[in-house]
C-alpha cells in the first residue's frame, strides 16, 4: 500500500495473531468484551438475531439492558457514557430499529458522547433491494455519526470494531455505528486474537500542541485586567478538572460554565460565577461584553451561549483552548487558537500565567450576583406565592443530596431550572441533552446514568411533556430494578413553548396545554412506587421519602403553571441585553 | 436573488483521502449541509498507491472555504485538505464535442478549426466526428461557439483537474505523518472487492 515506509516501521508490525475458528456474531461479541464493555442497551430484531443468540451465552460478561424502545436505548447509553466516562454501547436491529437510534445519535454527535451502535443488516445479497426491514442506515446516518461503516463479511468485523472503539472515545469523542449484514454474523471464519485499534492513518484525534500558542495565550492573560473564562464539557471530556481548577485558582480568574460544563469546578467554588447563555446568570451574560480577555476552554460558542454574534465580546481577545480544530473560529474568531488536548494544554498554560487576585472584577459578578437574587432568585428558590416552584424544589432537593447526586434533565423550562440551580459538587453530574434539546432524553438517560455511576444517587427531572414521549422506559426500569429517582415537574403545560408564546407571540397559546395521565397510578402499573404532591408542607417529606426509598421512586410535583424562567437572552439579542424580568 | 459579496472567488479545494465507500457522501453532505453548490468535482487516485485525490470547486469567501476545508479534514477517513485560488493551481478541464461528420468535412476549413481552438479530433466516422479540447472554460467554450452553426450534437465538459503551483506533493507530507504516528497496514474494505464470494453467501 506506501512503498516507501521505512524499514524500522515494517520491522515493528506485531507478532503473528492467534487464529480460532469463530462466527462473525461470537466475534462481535468478544470485540465487546476485549474492549471492556460491560453494559449493553437493545432490542432484537431478525436482522440481528445471531448477535443476540450468542449474547445468550455471554450473559456473565455482558449485561445487556433490554429497553423498551431503541430511542430509550441510545439515550441510555448516552447517560451510561456522560455518567462513566466509557463508551455506550447500543445494539438494535435492521430497518426500524436502526432509524429508531437517529434522534439519540444526533444527540451524542452534537454533545459529544461517545457511543458505539451495532445494527444488524439484511444479507449482504439483498443489499439494496428493498428487502423486509432493509433501510440505508449508513446514509441515513452519516451525517448524524462520528464515523460509520458497513461490514459485509464476518472477516472484517474485529477491525472495524477496533476502530469504532478508537474512534468514538478518542480526540473529540462521538458516535459511530457499525452496521453488519446478517451473513456476516452468521458466517465462521478464522478469527484472529482481537487487537485494539490506537491509530488511524488518516484521523489524527487531537492537533499537535503549540508551544508559541501557549506562550501568546499566557502573555494575554497576564497583562489583562478584566480577564473571564467560558468553560464546557471539553473540560470533563479531557478529564482535565484538576488541570483546570489549578489553572483558575492560580490564575485568579472567574469562572462561567455551558450546561455542559457545569459541574467540573464544583458550583459552590468563589470563583464560580454561574451559568452561561439564554438561561444563564446574568453577571457572566452581562460582563462577557465587559471583559478583556475571554478565555474558552472546551465549548463551541453555541449561539444559544453567545446570543447576537456580532455583539458578542467585541471588546475582547479571545483564547480559545479545543481539541477540534473546527471549533477554532468557527463561530467567534480567535485571537489565539490553543489547539489541543486541554489536559496536556492547561497546565503548559498554567505554568506560564502569574498568579493572581481579580477582587474587583470578581466582585462586579457579586454584585450582578446580587442583583439577579433580588430579582429572580429569591423569589424562585423561597417562593411567597402558594403555589409551589421548580426552583424551590431544587433548592429542597440540594438541601437533602448536598449536591453528591447525578441530576439528568429533560429538556424545557425544568431543565433550565435544573442546570441554573442544581448544587453539584463533582463533575459528570449533570446529564442533560445540551446541543439537540432532545425531549424524552432524561428518563432513559437516568437509567444508563446509574448503571454507569451504580455507587451515587441519580435524579431524573423531567417535565410532563417530556416524560411522555418515553414513558414506555419504566418498563426497563421494572425489569432490571435499576434506581433512579424521577421527579416530574408537572405545569401542565409544555412549560418553555407557552413561555415564547406568551413573551414573544401575544400570549397565544397555541397546542401548548397538556394532559397526562395519573403519573403516580402509571408507575404503579409497572410496580414503581411513587407520590404526587401539590402542597408546600408535603414536599420536603416527599424528597426524602423518595431518596430513602431502596429503588425506583416516581414523584410527581405540580408547580405554578404559568411561571416563566428568567434570566433571558431574547433570541436574536446580545448577552449583554439579558433580560431580568 | 441576493447580490454576492465581492470577495466570492472560484476556490479548488484539493483533498487527500482513504479510498473508502461512502466517504463522497460524507464529503458532498458538508456542502450540501451549508446550502453551498458544487461547482465542480472530480475524485481520482493520487500519485500514492490507496490514497484518492478530491479536486472540489467552489465559489465562496476564503472565510467559508476555511471552515469548510476543516470540516472536510475533520473526517476520519481524509488525510489533509487544501484550498487554492485559480491564481495558485493549474487547472485544466476536458470538453468532447460530436458533430456531424458531412457538415464538417463540407463546410469547414477543419484544419484551421482545429488550429485554432487547440483541438484534437479523437474520433471520424461516417456519421460523427468527436472532437476534444483542454483548458480553462473560456477555451472549452470557444469550440462550442465555433460549431455551433454546424449542428453540434453533443458537449460534454469534465470536471476539473487541479494542481497546486506551490505544493511539492502529499508524498512527502504522508511519509512524515506516518514517520510520527506509524500505522499498521490498513486494508480498507477489501472485501467488497470479492462481491461475488461475499453476495452468494
Ligand atoms: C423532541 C422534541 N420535540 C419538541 C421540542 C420543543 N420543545 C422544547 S421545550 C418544549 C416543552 C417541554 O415541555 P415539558 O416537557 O412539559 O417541560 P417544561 O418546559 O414545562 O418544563 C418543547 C415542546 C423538543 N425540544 N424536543
Known sequence: ?581 | MSTEPVDRQEYNITAYTENQVGLLNRIAIIFSRRKINIESLNVSPSEIEGIHRFNIVIVETEEVVEKLAKQIEKQVEVLKVYYNTNADVIWQEMALYKVPTDVIAEKVLVERLLRENGARAVVIRKDYTVFETTGHREETDSLIKALQPYGLIEFVRSARIAIIKASDGFHHKLKDFERREPSEEVAENEFLNDREQVFTM
Open chain 1, 1 to 581: 500500500m506506501f512503498q516507501n515506509l521505512p524499514s524500522a516501521l515494517l520491522a515493528a508490525s506485531p507478532a503473528v495473531p492467534v487464529l480460532a475458528p469463530a462466527t462473525g456474531a461470537v466475534a462481535t461479541l468478544q470485540a465487546l468484551v476485549a474492549e471492556g464493555v460491560d453494559t449493553i442497551f437493545g432490542y432484537p430484531g431478525g436482522a440481528i438475531i445471531p448477535i443476540y443468540d450468542v449474547l445468550y451465552d455471554f450473559k456473565e460478561q455482558l449485561n445487556h439492558v433490554l429497553v423498551r424502545h431503541e430511542q430509550g436505548g441510545i439515550h441510555a447509553a448516552q447517560g451510561y457514557a456522560r455518567s462513566s466516562g466509557r463508551v455506550g454501547v447500543v445494539l438494535a436491529t435492521s430497518g426500524p430499529g436502526a432509524t429508531n437510534l437517529v434522534t439519540g445519535l444526533a444527540d451524542a454527535l452534537i454533545d459529544s458522547t461517545p457511543l458505539v451502535c451495532i445494527t444488524g443488516q439484511v444479507f449482504a445479497h439483498l443489499l439494496g433491494t428493498d428487502a423486509f426491514q432493509e433501510t440505508d442506515i449508513i446514509n441515513i446516518t452519516t451525517p448524524v455519526t462520528k464515523w460509520n461503516y458497513q461490514v459485509t463479511n464476518a472477516e472484517e468485523i474485529p477491525e472495524a470494531l477496533a476502530k469504532a472503539f478508537y474512534i468514538a472515545r478518542s480526540g473529540r469523542p462521538g458516535p459511530v455505528l457499525v452496521d453488519i449484514t446478517k451473513n456476516a454474523q452468521i458466517q465462521t471464519f478464522d478469527a484472529p486474537e482481537y487487537q485494539p485499534c490506537h491509530h488511524i492513518r488518516s484521523y489524527r484525534p487531537a492537533p499537535v500542541v503549540r508551544p508559541e500558542y501557549i506562550e501568546q495565550a499566557a502573555a494575554l492573560i497576564n497583562n489583562a485586567q478584566r480577564p473571564f473564562i467560558l468553560w464546557g464539557q471539553g473540560v470533563v471530556l479531557g478529564s482535565a478538572e484538576q488541570e483546570f481548577r489549578e489553572f483558575v485558582e492560580h490564575s485568579g480568574i472567574p469562572a462561567a460554565w455551558t450546561i455542559l460544563g457545569v459541574g467540573a469546578l464544583p458550583t459552590g467554588h468563589p470563583l464560580n460565577v454561574g451559568m452561561l447563555g439564554m438561561h444563564g446568570n446574568y453577571g457572566p451574560n452581562v460582563l462577557t461584553n465587559e471583559c478583556d480577555v475571554l478565555i474558552a476552554i472546551g465549548m463551541r460558542f453555541d449561539d444559544r451561549v453567545t446570543g447576537r454574534l456580532d455583539k458578542y465580546a467585541k471588546q475582547a481577545q479571545v483564547i480559545h483552548l479545543d481539541i477540534d480544530p473546527t471549533e477554532i473560529d468557527k463561530n467567534v474568531k480567535a485571537t489565539v487558537p490553543v489547539w489541543g488536548d486541554c489536559k496536556e494544554t492547561l497546565p503548559l498554560l498554567t505554568a506560564l500565567v502569574e498568579p493572581r487576585q481579580h477582587t474587583a472584577w470578581l466582585a462586579r459578578f457579586n454584585d450582578h450576583t446580587e442583583q439577579e437574587v433580588n430579582a429572580v432568585i429569591r423569589e424562585e428558590l423561597f417562593p411567597t406565592t402558594e403555589e409551589l416552584t421548580m426552583g424551590e424544589i431544587m433548592q429542597q432537593l440540594n438541601e437533602i443530596t448536598q449536591g453528591e447526586a447525578i441530576i439528568v434533565s429533560d429538556v424545557g423550562q425544568h431543565q433550565m431550572i435544573a442546570c441554573r440551580y442544581a448544587q453539584l459538587n463533582h463533575s459528570r453530574s449533570n446529564i442533560t441533552s445540551g446541543g439537540l434539546g432532545t425531549m424524552g432524553f432524561a428518563l432513559p438517560a437516568a437509567i444508563g446514568a446509574k448503571l454507569g455511576a451504580p455507587d451515587r444517587t441519580v435524579v431524573a427531572v423531567i417535565g410532563d411533556g417530556g416524560f411522555q414521549m418515553t414513558i414506555q422506559e419504566l418498563g426497563t426500569i421494572m425489569q432490571t430494578g435499576v434506581d433512579v429517582k424521577i421527579m416530574i415537574f408537572n405545569n401542565q403545560f409544555l412549560g418553555m413553548v407557552r413561555q415564547w408564546q406568551e413573551l414573544f407571540h401575544q400570549r397565544r397559546y397555541s397546542f401548548v396545554d397538556i394532559q397526562s395521565p395519573d403519573f403516580v397510578a402509571v408507575a404503579a402499573g409497572y410496580r414503581i412506587a411513587g407520590q404526587r404532591v401539590d402542597a408546600r408542607a408535603d414536599l420536603r417529606p416527599a424528597l426524602e421519602r423518595m431518596l430513602a426509598h431502596p429503588g425506583s421512586f416516581l414523584l410527581e410535583v405540580m408547580v405554578t403553571k404559568e411561571n416563566n424562567i428568567f434570566p433571558m437572552v431574547p433570541q436574536g439579542c446580545s448577552v449583554a441585553e439579558i433580560r431580568l424580568r
